[in-house]
């Protein structure tokens, strides 16, 4: 258990350095990314299938933006590539990394059944590995 506890954090972590921190910023420049007042965490590691079509790794990360980031429960959204730079443990076995902040478990849920979430994963799934697909939903918590 404290395994699994301490791969999340890890996980965590390394998604929101990832996704923090924009190209050639310096390090006092970065912005928060996880926000207080949304707690509740979803991450997606996406592995995508050999035969999908060259433009899918691209199209997937252009409609996280412009599909589920417009969704009304999602308060922070980021998404991309395996880090270039990253530590020695950080995991890059996966193509494209997602991860949404939202309040609470309703607005996750609001989210998953929202029509622009629907038609996302209609239009993604076929291209992407099941058995290598990873979600992790939790909670950020102070003590």
Request: aromatic share 8%; net charge positive; glycine share 2%.
């Amino acid at each position: 258990m404290r395994r699994l506890v301490l791969l999340l954090a890890v996980v965590a972590v390394s998604l929101t350095l990832t996704f923090a921190c924009p190209a050639g910023a310096a390090q006092k420049e970065l912005p928060r990314v996880v926000k207080e007042e949304a707690p509740y965490v979803h991450v997606v590691l996406f592995t995508l299938k050999k035969d999908a079509p060259n433009d899918t790794l691209e199209n997937l990360i252009k409609d996280c933006h412009e599909l589920l980031a417009k969704i009304p429960t999602v308060r922070v959204l980021r998404v991309g590539r395996p880090a270039e730079k990253a530590t020695e443990i950080s995991k890059k076995d996966y193509q494209v990394g997602l991860m949404v902040l939202f309040d609470d478990y309703a607005g996750l849920k609001t989210y998953l059944d929202h029509e622009k979430h629907v038609k996302f994963v209609e239009k993604y799934l076929k291209h992407v590995e099941a058995r290598e697909l990873r979600v992790f939903d939790f909670e950020n918590q102070k003590k």
